[in-house]
């Protein structure tokens, strides 16, 4: 039973045969442990830099749309939008769990859509833009890292995935 | 005076990057001497804080707008601090790549706010 769920890890200890009980115990608590840990690691940093784009998108969008809205409409709103899938993808790191990793990364792919489209009209037809957004030029007045932090957001969402291992697949690898 | 302000905060905040940076790239989170670099960081931004608001005191004003001004005044004391936290809870190398890359922002940070200073003050 408990030799049916062992999953094989990188760092598979010398187990000790400890009663069964806390060993299944202690896996429940690692798969758990593995399902949050979209927040941890290199995942850690992209939470950071996701907090601090969520902040500057956010904060220049409130002050573009209260002092001179009807300048670039467009280009504002749009800057609010980004910053709000950026505060989505920073709190589903921050929070962690599958759910909040699927989430995550539908936003990704959202976030990464938007500086592609944006940035290819800010080029094409840039009288729509007459006023820059965070993602306006594939984000080069932010070094690029608009178009940069999603790509390496679904790059560890799914290497996140993959280190969470099926119990099912794993059944049965053990003599 | 604030020009020179910024240009030490700038230079600060490169040098922790870069020394963050070479400890995650040597897979070492971030030790003592790396906290007290960010204060020292922190201080100086703190400093450029107090001389901001003794400049708008004596009737300076930002080319670009006050509340912009405010904000990244404010923003550039945060960042250290805040990345010094997130490090503290991630003790490995990404914990030192977090730090490197607020070092980064603030000098960034530091750029815009010359921008928004503007020419023409002391």
């Known amino acids: 039973m408990a030799e049916d769920m062992t999953r094989q890890t990188a760092k598979a200890e010398p187990v000790t045969q400890a009663e069964p009980k806390a060993e299944e115990a202690a896996q429940a608590e690692q798969t758990q442990k593995q399902a949050r840990s979209i927040g941890t690691g290199p995942g850690r940093l992209l939470l950071s830099l996701y907090g601090v784009f969520t902040v500057a998108a956010l904060s220049r969008s409130i002050v573009q749309i209260s002092t001179k809205f009807h300048d670039a409409p467009l280009a504002y709103v749009l800057s609010g939008v980004a910053g709000l899938v950026y505060a989505v993808i920073t709190i589903a790191l921050w929070r962690g769990g599958e759910a909040a990793r699927r989430l995550a990364l539908v936003c990704c792919s959202v976030e990464l859509a938007g500086v592609i489209a944006v940035g290819v009209l800010s080029i094409a037809d840039s009288a729509a833009f007459p006023d820059a957004t965070v993602w306006s030029d594939f984000g080069d007045g932010y070094g690029f890292l608009p178009l940069l932090l999603p790509v390496a957001g679904l790059l560890w969402l799914r290497r996140a995935a993959r280190g969470t291992p099926a119990p099912s697949r794993q059944t049965g690898t053990e003599a | 005076m604030l020009d020179a302000v910024i240009i030490i905060v700038t230079v600060t905040a490169l ?52 509340a912009v001004f405010l904000a990244y005044l404010l923003g550039a004391a945060c960042t250290i601090p805040a990345a010094a936290f997130m490090s503290l809870a991630e003790r490995t190398r990404w914990g030192s790549a977090i730090v490197a890359a607020g070092g980064v922002i603030l000098a960034v940070l530091e750029l815009r706010l010359h921008e928004i200073w503007g020419n023409g003050h002391g």
């Open chain 2, 15 to 66: 040098l922790l990057a870069a020394w963050c940076g070479f400890a995650a790239y040597r897979d070492s989170a971030t030790k003592d001497w790396h906290f007290a670099g960010m204060a020292v960081v922190t201080l100086v931004t703190l400093v450029q804080l107090v001389i901001s608001l003794v400049q708008l005191g004596h009737g300076d004003r930002p080319e670009q707008g006050m």
